[in-house]
């Protein structure tokens, strides 16, 4: 009874002690959570471009090909140019006859404006010939009241006035219709000027024929071949943007609050997990959409029965990489990371 006794004391005690050390580790590793935040089930992601062509026709030559590295402006595909070189050529000869009709407008302009000056100098002489035989008629009419002048003479100073007048109105129109004409060269180079802007146009479009990385990056999502017809506008592959690596990170609500964008964290990926990263704050995901929320006419669908435990939400965090190894990351790489609430970039404990 007494090595029994005994026994069971011991058996006890270990036991206590075991469950006080458990404990112990247990508030511990609670402690360093609440600390140093972390999650397993981050992911690896980075920007990235579609590149879609701006002109429509067959891709004729593809310079890239999967997970090829370009710079910045580097040629990645060209569209068949033929059929846009023939619009450039069509263009030009539109604005080069414009151009000749414009010069012999301009001659003509000339011809015109100088006939219009003819015209103006013959209104001034009519109109002055007029003023004179009016003058001439008031001093017949004067006389002829007085008796010094006979009813013929009278009739011989209105025939020229009448004369006059009627020159003066045949050079007033002709003057008129010399302006008129004048004014046509103004619309023929307002017509040059839309087939300049068309031939622009053409060049232009010409030049979308040879599509260059607006980034530099890497070329996913390649999935076609030389004679495939492009289409304005729809994405043909895509590029991974160099040095823009981040981790998002879902973390507990309770671990926000003493989080901020700028504080230092680490990042390790499973394709090599003995590596870790520094990395800082990005952002702090403000809002998420519950997977059973359903919306119903606008009015909010709400279940009857109730979970007896409280599942705390998770939101995402963006931890931008400070210096990533792009053999080891790729864009949705699994990925775990720990984050240290209040310091800084190089800082992490």
Do not use: Y
Request: aromatic share 4%; charged share 20%.
């Amino acid at each position: 009874m007494t090595d029994s006794s005994s026994q069971t004391s011991r058996a006890r005690i270990v036991t206590g002690v075991t469950v006080l050390f458990a404990g112990i580790a247990a508030f511990l590793a609670w402690r360093q959570s609440m600390d140093a935040p972390g999650s397993d089930e981050a992911f690896v992601r980075a920007d990235t471009v579609a590149i879609a062509p701006r002109v429509a026709g067959p891709i004729v030559d593809l310079r890239v090909r999967q997970g090829s590295h370009v710079n910045a402006g580097d040629t990645l595909f060209m569209i068949d140019p033929r059929p846009f070189d023939l619009a450039v050529a069509n263009a030009a000869a539109l604005e080069g006859a414009a151009l000749a009709q414009v010069q012999i407008e301009q001659r003509r302009d000339l011809q015109l404006r100088a006939l219009c000056a003819a015209a103006d100098a013959e209104v001034i002489g009519a109109r002055a010939v007029a003023v004179e035989r009016r003058a001439t008629l008031a001093r017949v009419t004067a006389m002829a009241d007085g008796g010094f002048a006979t009813a013929q003479e009278l009739d011989v100073a209105r025939a020229a006035l009448a004369s006059s007048e009627a020159l003066l109105l045949a050079a007033e129109g002709a003057a008129e219709a010399a302006r008129a004409a004048v004014s046509e060269l103004s619309s023929v180079e307002a017509q040059v000027m839309a087939l300049r802007a068309s031939l622009d146009m053409a060049r232009l479009e010409r030049r979308f024929c040879e599509v260059t990385a607006p980034v530099s990056g890497t070329v996913i999502a390649l999935d076609f071949a030389v004679g495939t017809h492009a289409m304005p506008g729809i994405p043909l592959f895509q590029l991974l943007v160099d040095d823009t690596w981040t981790v998002d990170a879902p973390l507990l609500e309770g671990h926000l609050k003493d989080l901020r964008v700028g504080d230092a964290a680490e990042v390790w990926v499973m394709t090599d997990p003995s590596r870790r990263f520094e990395c800082v704050v990005e952002s702090i995901g403000v809002g998420v959409r519950p997977t059973d929320e359903i919306n119903i006419g606008g009015i909010p669908f709400v279940r009857r029965e109730l979970d007896w435990v409280r599942v705390a939400q998770r939101f995402p965090v963006r931890l931008r990489v400070i210096d990533p190894d792009p053999s080891l990351f790729r864009l949705g790489a699994s990925a775990s990371v720990i984050v240290h609430p209040g310091t800084g970039p190089g800082d992490a404990r």
